[in-house]
């Protein structure tokens, strides 16, 4: 698997007696886009902390561009710049304007010029359609609005790939559209991505593959017609159909 | 001088004439004394509460790990001391102590400064460590999904956040100092107090003159806190923000 920028191996993660994942098996390839799906509480967003490190595993190796990830307090924020992370809860620094936000870990992490992060804010913040808001605090703009700034600020770092954790679900309803938007440019242009969702429709459309987890483990993965349509485990139908059924 | 006074405004208007220029220069010193010591406390009480808010992790190396452990050792019994006695036996110990320990002659000014600070210290260390602690959670992690260190995310996103909802506290802080400095006439610095003390016994008038010393601390303690109000909505900044045209955006 020469492709494979991200590989998950053996992956276990516990809360003290609580095994959420166990033995997961995972990698991720340049240029794929990948929905993760699965009920409430089946491990998603933790299996994307421990890709992130935002979560130590309790077992298992995770390897970057084929080598083991180390978690010594250096590499850790050097290997987090070249993985993006998209939240849930957006989590922009309310200290700063949104330009500042795009700006800051281009300007600290990645040790590029002031002028270089500042046209490098302004391109991905034209591009996720917020160029007009740069002077605005993040409290002063909607839940869509703050999301498209987190894109952007996720984008400015230049990472091989970004994660996103349900980027969406914190949004009203008439919001959710301009995010999947934009982030379905991101897949049209190649953007590497992990998306975790609950957008069954928009997972379908914009994936190469989708995963479905449940209790902790990978039950299945494959193209979007396939699972979608032709899941082959029992658990993944009941899923699907449960879905369906609203 | 002629008759002395017989009314109590009389003697007032009598001791405000008689003794104006030290009126004003205790004045002076309880200013500068509460300033020093709460910018000086502060400064020290973010530094401890950063100490307490410093996590490790077992990634961290072993150097680290126990320099951590040795300076939380410090700060805790630094805080614990200094809020559990009394600032005035304070005082009396670090002037006293100095001389008599060290032989290091610090003039009571200096040493009623280092007493302030150490305690407005001793007292904001809480605080911070409540404001950092108190910071989303989701602010640390986004600063760490984009690449910064711990320290790096301190210093740039959650010290900024604490800091901005500490000005209340720190402003309610220098009005402490102002009432504080009082206790600092045992070491003879020439605070408001201090001065009202050798006012009063010239005449033997001390209603008269700890009324006009009260009234000077009012004075202060008012007008500080209006000025503090007055800061924190300057500080805010702008409720609106100017929406930027794009140069590159295609005209209609
Ligand atoms: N820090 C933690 N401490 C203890 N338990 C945790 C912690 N984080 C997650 N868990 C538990 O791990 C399990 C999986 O949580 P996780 O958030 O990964 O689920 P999820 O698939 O993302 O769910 P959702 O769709 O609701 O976001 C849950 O049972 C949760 O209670
Ligand atoms: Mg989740």
């Known amino acids: 698997m020469a492709d494979a920028i991200l590989r998950v191996e053996h992956l276990g993660k516990s809360f003290g007696a609580h095994e959420v994942l166990r033995d997961i098996d995972f990698s991720v390839n340049k240029g794929e886009v990948i929905s993760i799906i699965g009920s409430s509480g089946s491990g998603k967003s ?25 978690y010594a307090p250096k590499d850790k924020s050097a290997f ?52 007009a808001y740069q002077n605005a605090k993040p409290a002063q703009l909607s839940g869509g609005q703050k999301q498209r700034v ?92 449960r879905y369906r059924n609203g | 001088m002629g008759a002395t006074p017989t009314s109590f405004t009389g003697w007032v208007s009598f001791l405000l004439e ?42 961290s190396s072993p150097i680290s790990r126990v320099l951590v452990k040795v300076l939380k050792a410090i700060v805790a019994v630094y805080v614990e001391v200094f809020r559990g006695t009394p600032m005035m036996v304070q005082a009396m110990v670090i002037y006293y102590g100095s001389a008599q320990a060290y032989g290091i002659d610090l003039n009571p000014f200096v040493s009623g400064v280092l007493v302030l600070s150490l305690n407005t210290g001793a007292y904001m260390a809480e605080s911070v460590r409540g404001a950092i602690t108190g910071i989303d959670p989701g602010q640390l992690e986004g600063a760490y999904a984009i690449g910064f260190t711990h320290v790096q995310a301190m210093t740039r996103v959650i ?31 020439t605070e408001l107090y201090f001065i009202g003390r050798g006012v009063s016994s010239a005449y033997y008038r001390f209603f008269e003159t700890f009324f006009i010393i009260s009234m000077i601390y009012l004075f202060l303690t008012f007008v500080t806190s209006r000025l503090l109000a007055i800061m924190e909505r300057r500080l805010d900044g702008a409720r609106d923000y100017e929406l930027v045209t794009d140069p590159e955006a295609e005209v209609a």
């Open chain 1, 150 to 241: 987190a894109i952007a600020r996720a984008l400015c770092m230049k990472p091989d790939v970004i994660l996103f954790d349900e980027p969406t679900s914190a949004l009203d309803p008439e919001m959710v559209g301009e995010v999947l938007e934009v982030i379905k440019e991101l897949a049209n242009e190649g953007m590497t991505m992990v998306i975790v969702t609950h957008e069954m429709l928009f997972a379908r459309d914009i994936s190469t593959r989708v995963v479905f987890m449940d209790q902790g483990v990978i039950v299945e993965e494959g193209p979007p017609e396939q699972l979608f349509n032709h899941p082959e485990h029992q658990r993944t139908a009941d899923f699907l159909s």
């Open chain 1, 46 to 70: 933790t299996l994307l902390r421990c890709i992130n490190m935002l979560e130590e595993p309790s077992a298992g190796t995770i390897y970057f561009e084929g080598r083991p990830i180390s």
């Open chain 2, 18 to 59: 008689s003794f104006g220029p030290q009126f004003v220069k205790g004045t002076i010193t309880t200013l500068e004394l509460a300033f020093a010591g709460t910018v000086l406390g502060c400064l020290l009480g973010f530094l401890v509460g950063i100490v307490q808010s410093i996590t490790v992790d077992r990634h």
């Open chain 1, 80 to 131: 987090r710049a070249q993985v993006g992370m998209v939240f849930q809860s957006f989590n922009l620094f309310n200290n700063m304007t949104v330009l500042k936000n795009c700006m800051v870990g281009v300007e600290v992490v990645r040790k590029d010029s002031k002028e270089e992060a500042e046209a490098r804010a302004k391109k991905y913040l034209r591009q996720v359609g917020m160029y």
């Open chain 2, 159 to 189: 010290i900024p956040q604490a800091f901005r909802n500490l000005i209340p506290q720190i402003g309610n802080m220098f009005i402490s100092s102002i009432k504080d400095t009082s206790v600092l006439n045992v070491i003879s610095v």
